[in-house]
Nanobody
Framework: QVQLVESGGESVQAGGSLRLSCTAS????????VAWFRQQPGKTREGIAS???????YHIDSLKDRFTFSLDAAKNTVYLQMNTLKPEDTAMYYC??????????????????WGQGTQVTVSS
C-alpha cells in the first residue's frame, strides 16, 4: 500500500519562498521514480520536476531557475524548494509515484499513486 503525504503549502507574498515536502510509505523514493506536479486554477495538472534512479533529477525549463527538487533518502522524503514566488505559482501541488514503464513522466496519467495535494497561494 503506497501512501504519499504532501505538506508545506501556505499563503505567501510574491517574492517569498516555500519548501514543500512529500513523504512516502510503502514506496522507496530513492529506488523508484517520483515527480512533483501542480495544477493551477482552471488548468490541467502539469509535471514540473522529477527524479528517476540512475538518471537523476529533471526540472522543466520554465521553473528550473526558481524551483529545486531534492531527496532525503533517510526520511524517504522529497522536497520542492520554491524561491522568488510569483502569483502564477498559485496552485495545488502534488507528488506522484508509481510511473508505468515506458510512459512520459510529464503526463499525469502515467502515475498510479498521488498524494492529497498541498495548496500554495501567492499574493501580489
Amino acid at each position: 500500500q503506497v501512501q504519499l503525504v504532501e505538506s508545506g503549502g501556505e499563503s505567501v507574498q510574491a517574492g517569498g519562498s516555500l519548501r514543500l515536502s512529500c513523504t512516502a510509505s510503502g514506496y522507496s523514493l530513492s529506488n523508484n521514480g517520483v515527480a512533483w506536479f501542480r495544477q493551477q486554477p482552471g488548468k490541467t495538472r502539469e509535471g514540473i520536476a522529477s527524479r528517476q534512479p540512475g538518471i537523476g533529477i529533471y526540472h522543466i525549463d520554465s521553473l528550473k531557475d526558481r524551483f529545486t527538487f531534492s531527496l532525503d533518502a533517510a526520511k524517504n522524503t522529497v522536497y520542492l524548494q520554491m524561491n522568488t514566488l510569483k502569483p502564477e505559482d498559485t496552485a495545488m501541488y502534488y507528488c506522484a509515484a508509481g510511473r508505468a514503464t515506458g510512459t512520459n513522466w510529464q503526463s499525469a496519467g502515467a502515475w498510479s499513486h498521488w498524494g492529497q495535494g498541498t495548496q500554495v497561494t501567492v499574493s501580489s
